[in-house]
């Protein structure tokens, strides 16, 4: 054996995601059903595992605002389900909170093609994942947030060290206990081994889904982007979003469907715009000029919370 190949294997073995689950040693001899509720059961503990992990997500949160706030990004990287899983993510960024396409980004390793086909390969290729980086012009403003289930993937790994490099927070997202990786943050969500041993899509995927829900809504909430519990900067893109929108314009300044969607068309199909004008009785210009000197928090521009 090779001395690249032994120190893969070596690697491998030590790693939690690797070894094989004790529970379901004979899943393959099981019933439908049965196969079933071993995995279920396999999944009972992970919002536990996430849990813990607050206190290291509440850290990327707070990058991730920060790097809002300079005019900057969140990007993900990944290979495989965890790149998928951060392409996902971005891309229910802009319907629900309004952000440009361009401030949440997925970089999988591969590129645009392996979202839809593996290419499992691809996840050894540093240069490319270098390459990849810099391509999206990272700079000290970006967030950057790894994403492996081994904490060990080149493509990953590699990435991360590139957006260092150019000054970008870095943050890693593992399902292997903590490391010594030069990184920000790092947020270790040991969930144990798979019920299929390796099978990182099951148990491991839906932890680190997890985690991504919450650094995007967090990050979403503390910018204003949310006004008590409703997406008050949805992008009204589709038939169900408009009427949602008129929803949200209804429950918050109690007028009825038909006054509400008067004032979603005034204000050009703006949910923040529409309830201020609603509440203070006043026009769009003025709204929004409220909205502006709020930083975009609803709170403030109705003059709840200073």
Do not use: W
């Not at 290291?56 to 900057?72: E, K, P």
């Not at 009204?236 to 007028?255: D, G, N, Q, T």
């Amino acid at each position: 054996m090779n001395d690249n190949r032994h120190k893969i294997f070596q690697e491998l073995e030590g790693l939690t995601t690797e070894q094989r689950n004790p529970r379901t040693r004979k899943i393959d001899l099981e019933s439908t059903e049965e196969v079933l509720r071993l995995m279920n059961a396999e999944d009972q503990g992970i919002a536990d595992v996430v849990a813990n992990a607050i206190p290291d997500i509440a850290r990327a949160v707070d990058l991730v605002v920060a790097s809002f706030r300079d005019d900057g990004r969140l990007l993900y990287i990944g290979a495989g389900t965890s790149g998928r899983l951060g392409i996902l993510d971005a891309s229910e960024c802009p319907p629900t909170f309004g952000v440009s396409p361009d401030r949440v980004v997925g970089i999988i390793a591969g590129g645009r093609d392996t979202v839809f086909l593996s290419r499992e390969g691809v996840e050894d290729d540093e240069d490319a994942a270098r390459s990849d980086v810099r391509s999206k012009t990272v700079t000290k403003n970006d967030t950057v947030v790894g994403l492996t289930a081994s904490r060990r993937t080149p493509y990953v790994m590699a990435g991360l060290g590139e957006a260092k490099r150019h000054g970008a927070s870095t943050v890693l997202v593992a399902c292997n206990p903590r490391a010594d990786v030069d990184v920000d943050v790092q947020i270790n969500l040991v969930v144990g081994p798979e019920a299929i041993a390796g099978s990182t899509r099951l148990k491991a995927g839906t932890a680190q889904k997890m985690t991504l829900n919450m650094i995007t809504t967090a990050s979403m909430v503390k910018l204003g982007k949310v006004y008590e519990n409703l997406m008050v900067d949805l992008r009204p893109a589709s038939a169900k979003l408009v009427e949602r929108s008129k929803r949200i314009i209804m429950m918050l300044s109690e007028v009825q469907y038909d006054e509400a969607e008067k004032i979603f068309e005034a204000s050009g199909r703006n949910v923040k715009v529409a309830v201020v004008m609603a509440k203070k009785n006043v026009d769009r210009e003025k709204a929004q000029n409220a909205i502006n000197a709020a930083d975009g928090f609803l709170t403030r521009a109705l003059g709840e919370r200073k």
